[in-house]
């Protein structure tokens, strides 16, 4: 627990392992800023993160998508083409998720460090 309280509610705050921190009571998560320009720094990096995350789920449903039509398939060309496409996404997701994980330790290393 923290001597600090959520801007929201004012209930005390929880400081996790990972170094997050959030409210006991609303759930909401609050990140710390020491001047105007970390705040925008700050606010910018969420609005990176929220980007990324709304490609990634537009990524998963288009596989969700191509699965359902490859499993509707019975023409050979069209499903050796469905493959293909699902393939390439499959590729593009999982690179995505590689930079999203290292965004992740970076952020969570500096935390530590500082």
Do not use: W
Request: aromatic share 8%.
């Amino acid at each position: 627990m923290l001597d600090r309280s959520c801007p929201d509610c004012n209930v005390p705050l929880f400081q996790f392992k990972d170094g997050t921190v959030k409210c006991a009571s609303c759930n909401r998560k609050v990140i710390f800023a020491k001047s105007d320009e970390e705040i925008q720094v700050l606010e910018s990096r969420l609005h990176q993160q929220e980007a990324f995350l709304d490609l990634l789920a537009t990524l998963h449903g288009k596989a969700s998508y191509l699965s359902q039509e490859i499993a509707s398939q019975t023409d050979i060309d069209k499903l050796e083409k469905l493959l293909g496409i699902l393939g390439s996404l499959l590729d593009v997701i999982y690179k995505a998720q590689r930079i999203q994980n290292e965004f992740l330790t970076l952020n969570f290393e500096k935390r530590n460090k500082q």
